[in-house]
């Protein structure tokens, strides 16, 4: 993985460029999903997550007016109410967010600056809370995994340590990556991919509410790159087995961009669909 040499301002024309791409091959029938803003709310805001929401705020009021009418836009945050530290081999939770403090607002500096941007509604905004993908995404895997017994996925393994048990994507020739464990018979815990994964899923879930009849989904997100293996994991995870040709009526697609920590004049980019890879950007 690189680094683009290139400034704040060329990501921004960067996802435009995929915009407009994608709307001449999509014409009327596809949706962008712009994510920024990804917050902990247990600390002040960030610097990246008011960056972030700059930025996918500034691509959505920069759509080329050609495109506007034939792309739909549909904006969201997600927030980071566990805490996830996540390792190479496992997740860990310091300390969860008290339910009080879950209540459906975001700081004021998020709020300042979405009121600066016309180009979204704030009822309209798309908010998605990890605590609820973590829970969403075992009650997945549960799904998966009683349709696993009678017709497997190639995709999914298992393995039996004691009392407990863990399940495993694999794909090709890829180290497998877990997904979640259980100490016992009916306890799960779902790790950072799984997570990522079923946050993608709903993201499409969302978005097809507000954008019915939408043949493509585009899900552009900025992340830290602290997080880049967990995102591109989850993507993987999301495309290869939740949002599977045979299981969504849409085409979609996963590009993840990753500011650097050394300034805003850097990122790195990911990108996949449900359909094939469709490249990592050095």
């Known amino acids: 993985m690189k680094f683009h040499d290139i400034s704040a301002g060329d990501l921004e024309h960067h996802v435009l460029d995929i915009i407009r791409c994608d709307a001449q091959e999509n014409p009327g029938r596809l949706a962008v999903y712009l994510e920024g803003g990804h917050f902990d709310p247990r600390y002040p805001t960030t610097n990246f997550a008011e960056q972030s929401l700059h930025h996918a705020l500034r691509i959505a009021s920069q759509v080329p007016g050609e495109n506007k009418k034939n792309v739909r836009l549909a904006l969201g945050i997600l927030v980071d109410d566990l805490g996830l530290q996540c390792g190479t081999q496992a997740c860990h939770s310091p300390s969860l967010i008290p339910e009080a403090e879950q209540d459906g607002q975001l700081p004021a500096g998020l709020e300042s600056i979405l009121a600066q941007y016309p180009v979204v509604k704030r009822h309209r905004l798309i908010i998605q809370r990890e605590r609820t993908c973590k829970n969403r995404g075992i009650q997945t895997l549960k799904t998966l995994m009683a349709h696993h017994r009678?017709?497997?996925?190639?995709?999914?393994?298992?393995?039996?340590?004691?009392?407990?048990?863990?399940?495993?994507?694999?794909?090709?020739?890829?180290?497998?990556?877990?997904?979640?464990?259980?100490?016992?018979?009916?306890?799960?815990?779902?790790?950072?991919?799984?997570?990522?994964?079923?946050?993608?899923?709903?993201?499409?879930?969302?978005?097809?509410?507000?954008?019915?009849?939408?043949?493509?989904?585009?899900?552009?997100?900025?992340?830290?790159?602290?997080?880049?293996?967990?995102?591109?994991?989850?993507?993987?995870?999301?495309?290869?087995?939740?949002?599977?040709?045979?299981?969504?009526?849409?085409?979609?697609?996963?590009?993840?961009?990753?500011?650097?920590?050394?300034?805003?004049?850097?990122?790195?980019?990911?990108?996949?669909?449900?359909?094939?890879t469709v490249s990592e950007k050095e």
């Open 150 to 276: 009678h017709t497997p996925f190639d995709e999914l393994e298992t393995e039996t340590i004691g009392d407990g048990e863990k399940i495993y994507f694999r794909t090709g020739h890829a180290p497998r990556v877990l997904l979640a464990e259980s100490r016992s018979k009916d306890i799960w815990t779902a790790k950072c991919p799984m997570i990522m994964a079923q946050h993608y899923r709903d993201v499409v879930r969302d978005v097809t509410k507000l954008h019915p009849r939408t043949d493509v989904i585009h899900i552009i997100d900025i992340s830290e790159i602290d997080d880049y293996t967990r995102v591109i994991r989850g993507a993987e995870v999301a495309t290869r087995l939740l949002l599977q040709p045979a299981l969504v009526n849409q085409h979609v697609i996963i590009t993840s961009l990753f500011l650097s920590p050394f300034g805003s004049d850097e990122f790195a980019a990911h990108s996949i669909s449900n359909l094939m």
